[in-house]
C-alpha cells in the first residue's frame, strides 16, 4: 500500500459523493468496505451502492470485518487498541491483493469530523502517502434538514460529544452546541429551562428522522422515537444542535 486515500462519501445519500469522490474511487486500485456485523448491514449496503455507481465491475472490492472495541476498561486505551486493530484489519485486507498499490476507504460524513480514519491511517507500517476527499459531514446535513443556520450571527458554536456534555454539563462561552456520538441522549442531564434542539438521525437517508423545538417538550419524544428507531434497525447515527436562548 503505497497509497491511501480517505474519501467522505456523506451521511447515507449517495448523491453526497462530489465528484472528486467519484474520479478518486476509479483511480484507486483497491476500494476496502468494512462489515460490522449484521445489525448494521445498511453501512456496508450503502458503501457497495457507490461503487456499484461509479465502477464498471467489483473486482476491486475488498470487504472486511470491522473488530469491536472493546469497552471494558479505560475509554482513551480501549480507543487506542481498537484502533490499532482497525490498522491491522486495514493491512491484512490490502495484503490480499498484492499488486494493489493505491487503497481507498469510503468513510461516512467526513474523514475530518469526529472520525479516526486519519489517527488509524497514522499507524499504518510502512505509511502511505495519504490523500483525503472532504465530504458533507452530520453537522452539515442536521442544519439543512431542519433549515437552519449552525451559527447565530457573529457568535461561535462547540462541536463536542455526549460523554463530555454529560460529564462536563453545558460548555462555557458559547450558546449553540453541537452533539455527536451520543448513545445516551446526554442532553438529559441538562437543566431543559431556555435550550431548543434540532435532532436528526439516519440523515440523509431513506428512513430519516428529525425532531426539534424546546428541549423540555422534545426531549422526551426524540428519546422515545430513538429507541424504536434503534429497535427495528438494530442500530442508529444520530446528532443534535442545542441552542441557548440569549439572556
Same mark, same amino acid.
Given at each position: 500500500?503505497?497509497?491511501?486515500?480517505?474519501?467522505?462519501?456523506?451521511?447515507?445519500?449517495?448523491?453526497?459523493?462530489?465528484?472528486?469522490?467519484?474520479?478518486?474511487?476509479?483511480?484507486?486500485?483497491?476500494?476496502?468496505?468494512?462489515?460490522?456485523?449484521?445489525?448494521?448491514?445498511?453501512?456496508?449496503?450503502?458503501?457497495?451502492?457507490?461503487?456499484?455507481?461509479?465502477?464498471?465491475?467489483?473486482?476491486?472490492?475488498?470487504?472486511?470485518?470491522?473488530?469491536?472495541?472493546?469497552?471494558?476498561?479505560?475509554?482513551?486505551?480501549?480507543?487506542?487498541?481498537?484502533?490499532?486493530?482497525?490498522?491491522?484489519?486495514?493491512?491484512?485486507?490490502?495484503?490480499?491483493?498484492?499488486?494493489?498499490?493505491?487503497?481507498?476507504?469510503?468513510?461516512?460524513?467526513?474523514?475530518?469530523?469526529?472520525?479516526?480514519?486519519?489517527?488509524?491511517?497514522?499507524?499504518? @507500517?510502512?505509511?502511505?502517502?495519504? *490523500?483525503?476527499?472532504?465530504? &458533507?459531514? %452530520?453537522?452539515?446535513?442536521?442544519? +439543512? $434538514? =431542519?433549515?437552519?443556520?449552525?451559527?447565530?450571527?457573529?457568535?461561535?458554536?462547540?462541536?463536542?460529544?455526549?460523554?463530555?456534555?454529560?460529564?462536563?454539563?453545558?460548555?462555557?462561552?458559547?450558546?449553540?452546541?453541537?452533539?455527536?456520538?451520543?448513545?445516551?441522549?446526554?442532553?438529559?442531564?441538562?437543566?431543559?429551562?431556555?435550550?431548543?434542539?434540532?435532532?436528526?438521525?439516519?440523515?440523509?437517508?431513506?428512513?430519516?428522522?428529525?425532531? @426539534?423545538?424546546?428541549?423540555?417538550? *422534545?426531549?422526551?419524544?426524540? &428519546?422515545? %422515537?430513538?429507541?424504536?428507531?434503534? +429497535? $427495528? =434497525?438494530?442500530?442508529?447515527?444520530?446528532?443534535?444542535?442545542?441552542?441557548?436562548?440569549?439572556?
Amino acid at each position: 500500500m503505497d497509497e491511501l486515500t480517505l474519501i467522505g462519501i456523506g451521511t447515507g445519500n449517495p448523491d453526497h459523493l462530489t465528484q472528486q469522490g467519484i474520479a478518486a474511487i476509479r483511480a484507486t486500485d483497491l476500494i476496502l468496505i468494512p462489515r460490522k456485523g449484521d445489525d448494521k448491514a445498511d453501512l456496508a449496503d450503502l458503501r457497495r451502492e457507490i461503487c456499484a455507481r461509479v465502477l464498471e465491475d467489483d473486482s476491486r472490492i475488498v470487504e472486511f470485518d470491522l473488530p469491536v472495541r472493546d469497552a471494558s476498561g479505560d475509554y482513551l486505551s480501549g480507543v487506542s487498541d481498537w484502533h490499532d486493530a482497525i490498522a491491522t484489519a486495514w493491512s491484512d485486507a490490502a495484503a490480499t491483493h498484492p499488486g494493489a498499490r493505491s487503497v481507498a476507504l469510503l468513510i461516512w460524513g467526513d474523514p475530518s469530523l469526529y472520525d479516526s480514519s486519519l489517527r488509524i491511517a497514522g499507524r499504518l @507500517s510502512p505509511a502511505p502517502d495519504i *490523500t483525503v476527499v472532504p465530504g &458533507i459531514t %452530520a453537522l452539515q446535513a442536521l442544519c +439543512a $434538514a =431542519h433549515r437552519i443556520p449552525l451559527n447565530e450571527v457573529g457568535a461561535p458554536f462547540l462541536v463536542t460529544t455526549g460523554r463530555r456534555l454529560r460529564e462536563g454539563g453545558w460548555p462555557t462561552g458559547v450558546d449553540t452546541v453541537a452533539v455527536m456520538l451520543d448513545g445516551g441522549c446526554a442532553f438529559q442531564t441538562l437543566d431543559p429551562a431556555g435550550l431548543s434542539i434540532w435532532w436528526g438521525a439516519y440523515l440523509g437517508m431513506n428512513n430519516e428522522i428529525t425532531f @426539534s423545538g424546546p428541549l423540555a417538550d *422534545t426531549g422526551p419524544r426524540i &428519546i422515545d %422515537a430513538r429507541e424504536q428507531a434503534r +429497535a $427495528a =434497525h438494530g442500530w442508529i447515527m444520530d446528532i443534535y444542535l442545542l441552542r441557548r436562548a440569549a439572556t
